[in-house]
């Protein structure tokens, strides 16, 4: 979280607070010519932060979900076009390994990813977000678009480190 609140030294680990008062995140460095508390403060967001206390606390380690390497690209109007959805919105699957466990389950270079277990998606930071935030050992459900055609795929959450 980029903030304007002031991140004095040594307050590294602090509530970030809303307007109510409720935590957001965990203040954690200020970006800074001067080296004061004045310029451009960062925080963890407070749900993160939760996940990851909470993976410390049962596992011992940072768990995420993966469903395999899947390189993903913005999806260009051209791109779409050309794959028979020209007003889809939604992120390309570039290329991907044929080990992963979203190639075992179906999806394939030039499909189109517009929903991951019913959220929308156009972007491929808040689509990884997803994957790993997902629980190990469920089932995601993949919206996508392929030859201009939209169907859903299954696929299976892994341990980031099974693939």
């Known amino acids: 979280i980029q903030t304007d609140a002031p991140i004095n030294p040594g307050n590294s ?11 957001v995140g965990l203040n954690t460095f200020i970006l800074s010519q ?4 004045e310029g451009i403060g960062f ?6 932060a939760r996940r990851v206390v909470n993976d410390f606390l049962q596992y011992g380690e940072v768990r995420r979900g993966d469903i395999g390497y899947v390189e993903f690209a913005p999806l ?4 779409a076009t ?9 992120v390309l699957v570039q290329r991907m390994r ?3 466990a979203a190639f075992t389950a179906g999806l394939r270079p030039g499909d189109i990813i517009v929903a991951f277990n ?7 930071g808040p689509l990884q977000r997803l994957i790993q ?18 169907t859903q795929l299954k696929v299976p959450i892994v341990r980031a480190t099974e693939q």
């Not at 680990?13 to 935590?23: A, Q, S």
């Not at 260009?76 to 791109?79: E, H, L």
């Not at 935030?133 to 939209?150: Q, V």
């Open 133 to 150: 935030d997902a629980p190990i050992g469920s089932t995601a459900t993949l919206d996508i678009i392929r030859d201009g055609r939209r």
């Open 118 to 124: 019913g959220t929308a998606v156009t972007d491929s």
């Open 43 to 48: 925080a963890i967001p407070s749900n993160l």
């Open 76 to 79: 260009t109007t051209q791109a």
């Open 98 to 100: 044929r080990d992963a």
């Open 13 to 23: 680990g602090g509530p970030l607070l809303d307007p109510e008062g409720r935590v």
């Open 34 to 37: 001067s080296g004061g508390s």
């Open 82 to 90: 050309e794959l028979g959805a020209p007003n889809a919105r939604g």
